[in-house]
């Protein structure tokens, strides 16, 4: 198998958390994880070209494009799955490194590592984009599909993301 049939695995991958709440019964079909990965590359350009960010734009870019690549070989999952942190977590590692030894880069383990540690500035803001595309989604899909209290679940649930970005850089995202 190429890689590139490896990542379009994430083409055919439904974002589970929307697939519990029946997003798609209301509003005809559900986001893919690949759809997720476009939408956090979208949202991150746009807010590091208005709010001119000091970040390593390349990093944060690679780290959005590898960050779903455990959900191949795992698929997604919901804290609803009862699935452990520690678990989810092995069980993601190893498709990773899986992928990284596989086609020899390396990188992928690097900067999915990095992610999920949390600690550089360019990791926490790649976190709180997965979070704002979220909120993001959720706003679509509650005026496509007459869900008004979709919206309100998720943008209170991250407040304090929500919050950053609706200022007045981000009052049209």
């Not at 974002?15 to 990965?37: I, Q």
Request: glycine letters at 4%; charged letters at 35%; hydrophobic letters at 35%.
């Amino acid at each position: 198998m190429t890689f590139y049939e490896e990542i379009a695995k994430l083409k055919n991958t439904l974002r589970k958390g929307w697939v519990v709440r029946n997003v798609s019964e209301k509003c005809g079909r559900v986001e893919s994880d690949a759809e997720h990965t476009f939408s956090m590359i979208m949202l991150a350009l746009e807010i590091m070209n208005k709010r001119k960010l000091n970040l390593n734009q390349e990093k944060v870019l690679k780290m959005i494009a590898y960050h779903e690549l455990c959900e191949i070989d795992y698929g997604d999952h919901t804290p609803m799955d009862n699935i452990s942190k520690q678990e989810k977590y092995q069980n993601e590692l190893k498709c990773i490194k899986r992928l990284a030894e596989q086609y020899q880069m390396p990188e992928i383990l690097d900067y999915w590592k990095e992610f999920e540690e949390n600690k550089t500035p360019e990791a926490r803001f790649v976190k709180k984009i997965d979070k704002l595309d979220a909120i993001m989604q959720s706003r679509i899909y509650a005026k496509t599909g007459n869900m008004p209290k979709l919206f309100e679940t998720f943008k209170n649930y991250d407040i304090e993301v929500y919050r950053e970005f609706e200022g007045e850089e981000g009052k049209d995202l």
